[in-house]
């Protein structure tokens, strides 16, 4: 057993079937985040959903059974998106939620991501006491009066629907053409289902999950099948999401892919020209693209910059009032309605914005102008400290002089994954694959 923190910036990941995601340990993860949901004053009730993979409904059980034996009843969602938990455990007045997922991760990767009553990813606080019962030797009780919650799978996704839809209640897709490529995840079913029930000619890519197929060249990770379909079809916008749905990846009508960037820019100047962004701040990332916070600026905003992670988006929001926060990577939360990212939420915001204003995606998108800029990640076995690192260290010291204030290096570990991350940004596409390249050898070296 590591003593690594097992709660990374989205939840605890690993290889399903691999400790700490073994059907032993996860109930006990289960018991001790139960027993900090029954602190809640509200129903003793967990609302939990998964993805697609085959390894889901094994980990669902033993979570279940621990979430059971700290007294809770426990609502099953069944397959549907990780923001369902955000939207819907509040609205059931439940004490707490959980999701079942490793999002963009390959198949034989699975994830536990809890979530408070008010559909908040848990504090990190309260997820180290979680972590620190099911470390612990304490042996877990018999079941106790928990049982299952009076919840329809069925009605879960109609619920979760109307709130999507509830977001842009004037929204009428007649006439648009939209490709959505579901990873082969949780969106599947729900995602197609609600574009045509709100008018939209809808093509489908990667919806046929079979439990090992979530995210394989396919979904937000993996674009090109959804240009192609988009530039084939005519489409007139195409999004992707990943397995489980938190993120959107567009794809203008021309078949360019607009990261979540583009996604912010145009919400952001549609919120700003409607009042409805507070103190004209946008929060995002370390990851932003410096023609991201030019065309911000160009907007007459400003970037709150946080670490990489949705849920520090999300802290950073609360704390300044922001209505809007993101990352490249296709995590947008619109604040006003969700305190998490949704792809799907995402989507309608956006398709709302070409049906108001009649133009093309490709128009909307032309305030982001990137500076070039490349990630590489490079498989780690451990996570040693950067400075121990000499010759990388002696590598990156030396792109950052080249670099200047013309550009940047950014070096991390993945918080999901055993990667380590090499960003590097500037004004000559050549020069940063250099420097990447260069990074990168020494890196696995």
């Not at 985040?33 to 390894?55: E, I, L, P």
């Not at 009843?73 to 939207?87: F, Q």
């Not at 979530?214 to 079809?233: K, W, Y």
Request: glycine share 12%; charged share 25%.
């Amino acid at each position: 057993m590591s003593a690594e923190r097992l709660f990374g910036t989205d939840g605890v990941r690993g290889k399903a079937g691999e400790w700490p995601l073994v059907p032993e340990f996860v109930e006990r993860l289960g018991f001790f985040a139960g027993q900090s949901f029954s602190t809640v004053n509200k129903k003793k009730a967990v609302f939990v959903v998964r993805d697609t993979r085959a390894s889901g409904p094994v980990l669902q059980k033993a979570l279940t059974s621990g979430f059971r034996k700290a007294g809770l009843a426990v609502a099953d969602g069944g397959v549907l998106p990780t923001a369902s938990v955000s939207a819907l455990a509040p609205r059931y007045g439940f004490s707490g939620g959980a999701v079942i997922s490793a999002s963009h991760n390959p198949a034989e990767f699975n994830g536990i991501k809890l979530f408070d009553d008010a559909g908040r990813k848990m504090a990190e606080a309260a997820e180290d006491r979680v972590e620190a019962g099911a470390r612990g030797n304490r042996p877990l009780p018999g079941m106790a009066s928990g049982g299952s919650a009076q919840l329809e799978t069925a009605r879960a996704s109609l619920d979760y629907r109307a709130f999507l839809k509830g977001t842009v209640p004037c929204l009428n897709l007649s006439g648009l053409s939209v490709v959505v490529d579901c990873g082969n995840g949780a969106a599947s079913t729900v995602g197609p289902a609600l574009l045509r029930s709100m008018g939209a000619k809808v093509a489908v890519l990667s919806a046929r999950p079979d439990g090992k197929n979530i995210n394989r060249n396919c979904g937000a990770l993996h674009t090109e099948a959804l240009s192609r379909a988009v530039r084939r079809l005519g489409a007139d916008v195409g999004f992707a999401l990943d397995g489980d749905a938190d993120r959107a990846i567009f794809v203008d009508e021309t078949g360019a892919v607009r990261d979540g960037e583009s996604a912010l820019l145009i919400a952001a100047r549609r919120l700003k020209a409607e009042g409805r962004l507070p103190n004209d701040v946008v929060v995002s990332t370390v990851m932003a693209n410096l023609g991201f916070k030019r065309a911000l600026g160009a907007l007459g905003l400003r970037m709150e910059e946080t670490p990489v992670g949705d849920r520090h988006v999300a802290l950073a929001m609360e704390r300044t009032g922001a209505a809007l926060g993101g990352e490249p990577s296709g995590h947008v939360i619109f604040r006003e309605f969700l305190g998490t990212g949704d792809g799907l939420l995402t989507a309608l915001q956006i398709l709302d914005v070409l049906h108001r204003t009649g133009r093309p995606f490709s128009v909307l998108a032309s305030l982001a102008v990137k500076l070039p800029q490349v990630l590489l990640n490079v498989p780690v076995k451990e996570r040693r400290p950067i400075a121990e690192m000499k010759r990388f260290s002696a590598e990156l010291c030396r792109a950052e002089k080249s670099l200047g204030s013309g550009g940047r290096v950014l070096v991390r570990y993945s918080g999901t994954e055993p990667l380590l991350r090499i960003m590097v940004e500037g004004p000559d596409q050549g020069v940063v694959n250099g420097w990447a390249s260069s990074l990168a050898r020494l890196a696995k070296a």
